[in-house]
């Protein structure tokens, strides 16, 4: 059993920002211990690889929820990252930070700590932003944040024109003073290539032989003294291994598998527990209860204009999309396919936009509903529209069904079993029709494909919405944080209740989800755990 001073379980956007920030201290010896494979794949470093890695089984755990009564019975596939890099080495890479209430509420919750003005130092420490030092953006951080304004297809333009028509401002920083309007959302590259983080963070300490990286290695549970812990018992292929920490131990396995290990080493429910035959060390009811997660829903058009279908459909057209990314690094190859959108009020009176907007200039109906076949679009100029509602209200949960670590755990995200979710979405749906009939869109839209001119009526929205909506893959909340060890997970230092020398450090700490796409979330808790660890 070799020792270590902190052992970091995950090398996600979480667990790689903490890895690298506190070897950039010097705080000792780090471990960081993986599931999956280092980061070697072509297909994580090019952009629009990300379609590629979706159903990539050497590269993602590929969960599905159990079936879900909301969604007409269906099982929601869950793509999360299995690979050096977590979840940010597969996602879309869309940066949003959230709006600046979601962390006041945070702070209402009782995470002192967690509130606009702390956050967003947090974001500015960890930015390398296109857009330049400002109040709202930092620069020489780790982490670069492209700005693809100049770069987007051609009908982006259309998009941002009409949403002008239905009374969006243009918003130049969707990421700036206000996330309200509708603009070219900002992402995670870096000449090109996907900036994940264990591109900006974890890889330039490795390089630097300041922390020692184990993959395919799947830590089982976690080792107690008492209730302090002291070690990790893991696997590698057929062999246990056991690693001692001298200091520390910080999960980071994300929303589903950070509960599952908690649950496994005898920390969660004592009625879940005993139920599997496990030796309770902690009864905490909370861990993986509030699960959350953001629901998106399509329209799809087909264009009189040509979109990015025709370019990735034709050999001319691969073989110019080739050329200009390997000569310039330029291109669609270097960009993701949600271009546009935006936030936005569903009804007068909010306080502040309660719904995300998205563009895509591509289409593939052929693919199965939320997951991108994107070298295999549609055999025609094609666009889609969509919405997800920011803060839905539905709560759900993650399981073991056994003592079993190779088991996959229950997950239950409860979709649409709060009424307003529902309600929510069928606003976003009527703001895309709306959208739809604008001046620029009705000359540009040859026919909608999905739903189809034949679905007028709530009704028919409503089962549009249960047959089609899908998870837009950010689960978070099911370790919440919060001071009350009854409701919350982990303290607002990130210290597991009523455990020493333990800490959960990604999404799941969440106590409520951000207004938007929560990798820049979860990168900034691993930014504030490493400053909370430091100023201990």
């Known amino acids: 059993m070799t020792e270590w001073d902190v052992i970091i379980i995950g090398a996600g956007s ?217 070690g990790v018992e893991a696997r590698r292929g057929g062999e246990t291994l056991r690693f001692r920490a001298r200091g520390e131990i910080i999960l980071a396995g994300g929303a589903f598998n950070t509960p599952q290990l908690l649950q496994l080493s005898g920390i969660g429910p004592g009625e879940l527990l005993s139920r599997h035959g496990i030796a309770p060390v902690h009864d905490l009811p909370a861990v993986g209860r509030n699960l959350q997660d953001h629901l998106c829903y399509d329209h799809v058009f087909r264009s009189r204009l040509p979109s990015l279908n025709d370019a990735l459909l034709s050999w001319p057209g691969r073989i110019g999309l080739a050329a200009n990314y390997l000569l310039r690094r330029r291109g669609p190859l270097s960009l993701s396919v949600n271009q546009g959108g935006g936030f936005f009020r569903t009804r007068p009176g909010l306080a502040r936009p309660d719904m995300q907007l998205y563009f895509s200039p591509m289409s593939y109906e052929r693919a199965v509903p939320g997951v991108r076949a994107l070298m295999k679009p549609d055999p025609f100029p094609g666009f889609s529209l969509s919405v997800s509602p920011c803060r839905p209200r539905s709560r759900g949960h993650v399981a073991i069904r056994s003592p079993d670590p190779m088991q996959v755990p229950e997950i239950a995200p409860n979709y649409l079993a709060d009424p307003e979710d529902l309600i929510e979405l069928l606003e976003g749906v009527r703001f895309l029709r709306r959208l739809a009939a604008t001046p620029t869109f009705s000359s540009l839209i040859e026919a909608e494909i999905r739903p189809g001119p034949a679905v007028v009526d709530d009704a028919g929205h409503v089962d549009a919405i249960r047959r089609n909506a899908y998870s837009v893959f950010h689960p978070c909340g099911s370790c919440r944080m919060g001071p009350d060890a009854r409701e919350a997970v982990v303290d607002p230092r990130l210290r597991v209740h009523g455990i020493e020398g333990l800490r959960v450090a990604d999404a799941s700490i969440f106590p409520v989800i951000p207004s938007g796409n929560i990798n820049a979330p979860a990168m900034m808790v691993g930014q504030r755990a490493a400053e909370l660890m430091l100023s201990n």
């Open 14 to 230: 979480a667990g790689c920002v903490l890895a690298g920030r506190l070897a950039e201290a010097s705080v000792g010896s780090i471990l960081v211990i993986e599931a999956g494979p280092r980061d070697l794949s072509p297909w994580v470093h090019l952009p629009i690889g990300y379609g590629k890695t979706f159903y990539h089984p050497r590269l993602n755990w590929m969960y599905r929820t159990t079936a879900q009564p909301g969604l007409a019975g269906r099982e929601i596939y869950q793509p999360r990252g299995k690979v050096v890099g977590g979840s940010s080495a597969i996602n879309a890479m869309v940066y949003a930070r959230g709006q600046a209430e979601d962390y006041e509420e945070w702070e209402r919750l009782g995470n002192r700590g967690w509130g606009w003005s702390e956050v967003l130092a947090a974001y500015r420490r960890m930015e390398d932003h296109a857009l330049g030092n400002s109040t709202w953006h930092g620069v020489g951080g780790p982490l670069h944040v492209s700005d693809i304004a100049g770069e987007v297809h051609p009908l982006t333009a259309h998009f941002v024109k009409a949403t002008g028509e239905v009374g969006l401002p243009f918003n130049p920083d969707l990421n700036g003073a206000t996330s309200e309007g509708a603009g070219i959302y900002q992402i995670t590259t870096r000449d090109g290539r996907r900036e994940s983080a264990a591109r900006a963070f974890l890889h330039p300490a490795r390089r630097q032989g300041r922390l020692k990286l184990e993959t395919d290695v799947l830590v089982t549970r976690i080792l107690f003294e008492g209730r302090r812990a002291v």
